[in-house]
C-alpha cells in the first residue's frame, strides 16, 4: 500500500461501487423491457380471444335463430299434416256414407288385406 495512495483505493471502490449500481440498473431496465413486452403480448392474446369469443356469441346467436325459425317450420309443419289427415279422415267418412256396399260391420269396402 505504500507505492499506492490512500486515495486512489477509496477512488477504485467508488468507481467500483458505481459500476454494480450502474450494472444492477441496466438489469433492472432490461427485466422491465422484458416484463412490458410480455405484458403487451398478453394484452394482445387476450383481445384476439375476445375476438373470438364474440365471433362465437354471434355464431351462437345464429344458430339460435336458425333453430328457432326451424322449430316454427316444424310446427307449421306439423298443423298442415294433421290438418291434412282430418281431411282424410273427413272425406272417407263421407266415402263411407256415400257407398252403398259399406255397412256398420265392414267400413272399408274394397280393402282385400283382411281377406
Do not use: C, H, Y
Not at 11 to 37: D, N, S
Amino acid at each position: 500500500m505504500n507505492d499506492i495512495e490512500w486515495w486512489v483505493w477509496v477512488i477504485v471502490v467508488i468507481v467500483a461501487v458505481l459500476i454494480v449500481f450502474a450494472l444492477v440498473a441496466a438489469a433492472r431496465r432490461a427485466g422491465e423491457g422484458r416484463r412490458r413486452e410480455k405484458a403487451t403480448g398478453l394484452r394482445e392474446e387476450a383481445r384476439a380471444t375476445q375476438v373470438e369469443a364474440q365471433q362465437t356469441q354471434a355464431a351462437a346467436a345464429a344458430a339460435m335463430a336458425d333453430a328457432e325459425e326451424a322449430r316454427l317450420e316444424a310446427d307449421r309443419l306439423e298443423q298442415e299434416a294433421s290438418r291434412a289427415n282430418q281431411t282424410a279422415a273427413e272425406r272417407v267418412d263421407e266415402a263411407n256414407r256415400v257407398d252403398p256396399d259399406v255397412t256398420d260391420e265392414d267400413p272399408s269396402p274394397g280393402d282385400d288385406s283382411a281377406r
